[in-house]
């Protein structure tokens, strides 16, 4: 082995060594630091119940409604590329984007597809979580962290809607909004203030964009880092048998 080699190898180990500090032994107290002082691990607790980890338990909604945010995240900021939040021009600039562009129509497919997927996958996982009875305690903080990562859901679905200005997207925003304003004392005021106006143009384009790219992500992306601690510091994913040991634990 030449001296550059042996040099290129140490270095390697030595990077290595730098991102993986811990070495995998095989015992619990090293595999306990390997979670911990890792930034990719430290999300996930030192240790998992068995019943959890079956596919069965959870169908990996939550990792699914996780991939989904982060498919519309990377296709959603390649779309932008070529939009305008113009009325003037973002039915064009949609147009031109799926006969002009490479892969144009590939990606807001994805996109569209994607957001789609991402509000069912939600909802089962919402399903999953109080069917199994996994909001009960400890974990009802984290359960209304979820219904409101539901509910962001929607909106975002509901504000990217309107984005291309066609007609099926300004007829449908133009029904949600109506019935928002049927909402008794604050309805008219909510739609005004959803609208930018009494009647939906270039405010409301300028709105639902700002909320669809920038405002709602990023409201969505640190109720996605609270919920990932949460279950981490609640001791992973709930069990059926934690609610018998509770039942039980509470009638001695």
Request: some cysteine.
């Amino acid at each position: 082995m030449t001296r550059q080699s042996l040099s290129q190898k140490l270095t390697g180990n030595r990077v290595w060594k730098s991102i993986f500090r811990v070495p995998n032994t095989g015992n619990d107290e090293n595999r306990a630091r390997i979670i911990a002082e890792s930034f990719f691990w430290h999300i996930h607790p030192v240790k998992v119940k068995t019943h959890s980890l079956k596919i069965t338990y959870t169908w990996g909604l939550g990792v699914i409604s996780f991939f989904l945010f982060l498919l519309l995240t990377f296709t959603g900021i390649w779309l932008m590329f070529f939009y305008t939040p113009s009325v003037d021009t973002a039915y064009q600039n949609i147009s031109e984007l799926e006969t002009r562009v490479n892969y144009g129509i590939l990606i807001r497919t994805m996109h569209r597809w994607g957001a789609h997927l991402m509000v069912l996958a939600v909802f089962l996982h919402l399903c999953r979580v109080f069917f199994t009875g996994s909001y009960k305690r400890p974990r009802e903080f984290n359960w209304v962290v979820g219904v409101l990562l539901w509910l962001i859901t929607l909106l975002l679905s509901f504000t990217g809607y309107l984005l291309p200005w066609d007609q099926l997207s300004y007829w449908a925003v133009t029904v949600g909004t109506n019935i928002a304003a049927s909402i008794p004392v604050i309805g008219e005021q909510l739609r005004v203030l959803v609208l930018g106006s009494k009647e939906i143009g270039q405010d409301t384009l300028t709105r639902f964009y700002a909320l669809h790219v920038m405002v709602l992500p990023v409201v969505m992306s640190i109720l996605i880092g609270v919920h990932f601690w949460r279950i981490r510091k609640d001791g992973g994913l709930s069990s059926p048998m934690e609610q018998e040991e509770d039942v039980n634990g509470g009638e001695r």
